[in-house]
């Protein structure tokens, strides 16, 4: 019998981050700091309208590109929020969350050999996503030095003849970091004179917390070479409703639309009708979620301080990433004896590329409660190394 299985997606390594979550499920007591999952419930407005559209038989396909009401808000939003301006029904798509986006929009734009910039540690999919469209990722170590933001000199560096696309990931999952206007500017001006395409996934913009956030895609000579990312899983805390979009170039979004059409047909069309009422309505409840994740944030920073554990001050997302090298154990070896001994899942660094190495990725998308007894795990567990190194 031949081989039922494609050699290419054989090769490629499920995500590290599941490992630990998986471990964690069985064990009784034990507390997870692992998923990137805001544990706030959908805001009631947002969920009764999902509710309503229900009650009325909402329940057909939209369109493939999604509900005209829903792309006319997530242009209007975007205008507000990121001082960009798309048109709704030639540069706008509405997906199954920013994942599906992330994968439409590489295999709608890449050739057999094209090659991608992955800044690391980043999210998990991009470099899969590259694989299964016949790119080749190539990756661009991001140093704690710089506090993990891509600079212009590291772009350039890892540019070649083959380079099409940069991919954008900030704010940054797993290590918070995020990128300001002039930092962001240097490489728009790299990517204007190499002839570079960006994905920028923004999926976090709403989760900054040293000023507002920036897109590149609003920079001068941005806006028609990005493939601008985002969806409601983080800010609006709606994960399970699995819905996101994608807004660019007409030329780039019309081809993203075909692929669309033939895997998904389209968006949940209860989750579109629901997100329409969290871009109109809901910015008050974002600000609320932000508040608590700044001061959960400040709270983690000042429990490393105490315990000796170095961690630069990130600034976006929902993660801090602290390093663990002092240990002299792998980020793997670190991650495993804590949920053994302590019984608290972290995710290992290089979950999210081999620079991740000696670094370990906490979420901080859990009450104030399990943090603290977390916390006081993890202390225990240093306390536990010293004596033995003693």
């Known amino acids: 019998m031949r081989n039922p299985l494609s050699s290419k997606v054989v090769e490629i390594q499920p995500s590290g981050i599941r490992k ?21 419930e959908t805001p009631w407005s947002i969920r009764e309208e999902g509710i309503y559209s229900l009650e009325k038989g909402r329940t057909f396909y939209t ?11 997530i242009c209007n939003y975007l205008q507000r929020k990121c001082n960009v301006n798309y048109d709704y029904n030639t540069e706008t798509i509405v997906t199954v969350g920013g994942s599906e986006a992330i994968d439409i929009a590489l295999r709608a734009m890449l050739d057999p050999g094209d090659e991608v910039l992955v800044p690391q540690p980043s999210y998990v999919s991009y470099v899969p ?3 299964l469209a016949d790119g080749v990722p190539v990756i661009i ?35 918070g970091a995020v990128m300001g206007k002039e930092e962001l500017e240097e490489i728009a001006q790299v990517c204007i004179e190499k002839d570079i395409f960006v994905i920028s996934d923004e999926i976090y913009s709403e989760l900054t917390y040293c000023g507002d956030h920036v897109s590149i895609a609003s920079l001068p000579g941005m806006k028609e070479r990005t493939i601008l990312i985002n969806g409601f899983s983080k800010a609006f805390a709606m994960t399970g409703w699995r819905l996101g979009y994608a807004c660019g170039p007409a030329v780039i979004l019309k081809e993203m639309i075909k692929i669309h059409q033939f895997a998904i047909m389209c968006a949940p069309t209860t989750s579109q ?24 944030r400040r709270y983690l920073m000042n429990a490393f301080k105490e315990m000796g554990m170095d961690c630069f001050e990130p600034f976006g997302a ?41 670094f370990l990725r906490i979420s901080y998308a859990y009450s104030l409660a399990q943090l603290k007894e977390a916390m006081g795990r993890i202390q225990k567990f240093i306390q536990s190394l010293q004596k033995e190194d003693e």
Request: proline fraction near 5%.
């Open 318 to 358: 929902f993660y801090v990433f602290p390093s663990i090298k002092k240990f002299g154990m792998t980020s793997d070896e670190f991650a495993t004896k804590l949920l053994e001994q302590q019984k608290v899942a972290v995710v290992p660094g290089t979950a999210f590329g081999d620079c991740g190495e000696g």
């Open 273 to 296: 009708y629901a997100a329409v009422e969290a871009l109109k309505n809901c910015d008050a409840d974002v600000a609320a979620m932000r508040q608590s994740y700044d001061e959960r």
């Open 63 to 73: 369109s493939n590109a999604g509900l005209k009401e829903l792309k006319v808000e």
């Open 20 to 40: 630990f979550f998986d471990i964690v499920s069985e064990m009784k007591d034990a507390i997870s700091l692992g998923v990137g999952e805001p544990d706030f």
């Open 141 to 175: 170590e991001l140093k704690e030095e710089n506090q993990f933001k891509l600079t212009k000199h590291e772009l350039l560096g890892a540019i070649t003849p083959k380079t099409k696309i940069l991919v954008l990931p900030f704010p940054n999952n797993p290590t």
């Open 129 to 131: 996503c590259v694989q």
